[in-house]
């Protein structure tokens, strides 16, 4: 199974700063990749897909990048609505993998 | 208005079964895979099982094979996971959700899933 390896696994910071989060890849899936928010008590909502593709709703302040095995999650402006635990997950093959989660936490 | 609606989970002891029932509604569901995702108690996400939209590919995690049964009624709109043999470590909220590309979206709202003596 390929394995996918999120980093930091929790972060702290402002509003107004610059976030990014990491996924990497035990084995290439070209742009298979999906990054998903999920608030306490509440299922997770799709972000962003094909790595790089933003979910229709999704505020402009995220992004995805990457292709092969190293990927990035980045909120350009952190807003206090924000906080909570981000996920990424390969579609490239079965079975489906997620990365363990970075928890994201308002200072 | 997209939406899946969960039921079916609750109490049961090990060795014990329960049938999750995954209700959709709002777009045409012959035409999308589902997948079951769960998540323990304040662990992260963990993928289940997936059936096509024709219930002609299935596939299920290494933890659930030969346990827990997926299957669809598209009459009905329903997606159901069968699952037997339940073990204390399958306790958790269960998530439907359709695939969308290479994605999970819409996801419902969640079943909990309690496997204690």
């Known amino acids: 199974a390929i394995q996918l390896t999120q980093a930091p696994s929790s972060l702290s910071a402002s509003v107004g700063d610059r976030v990014s989060v990491t996924c990497r890849a035990s084995?290439?899936?070209?742009?298979?990749l999906a990054w998903y928010q999920q608030k306490p008590g509440k299922p997770p909502s799709l972000l962003v897909y094909?790595?790089?593709n933003l979910e229709t709703g999704v505020p402009s302040r995220f992004s995805g990048s990457g292709s092969g095995t190293n990927f990035t999650l980045t909120i350009g402006s952190l807003q206090p609505e924000d906080f909570g635990t981000y996920y990424c997950?390969?579609?490239?093959?079965?079975?489906?993998?997620f990365g363990g989660g970075t928890k994201v936490d308002l200072k | 208005e997209l939406q899946l609606v969960e039921s079916g989970g609750g109490l049961v002891k090990p060795g014990g079964s329960l049938r999750l029932s995954c209700a959709a509604s709002?777009?045409?569901?012959?035409?999308?895979?589902i997948n079951w995702v769960r998540q323990a108690p304040g662990k992260g996400l963990e993928w289940v099982s997936s059936i096509s939209s024709t219930s002609f590919y299935i596939f299920y995690a290494d933890s659930v094979k030969g346990r827990f049964t997926i299957s669809r009624d598209n009459a009905k709109n329903s997606v159901y996971l069968q699952m037997n043999s339940l073990r204390v470590e399958d306790t958790g909220v269960y998530y439907c959700a359709r695939v969308e590309g290479d994605s999970l979206g819409p996801w419902g709202q969640g079943t909990l899933v309690t496997v204690s003596s």
């Open positions: 084995q290439g899936i070209n742009n298979a």
């Open positions: 094909d790595a790089s």
């Open positions: 709002g777009f045409t569901f012959n035409n999308y895979d």
């Open positions: 997950q390969q579609f490239h093959n079965y079975p489906l993998t």
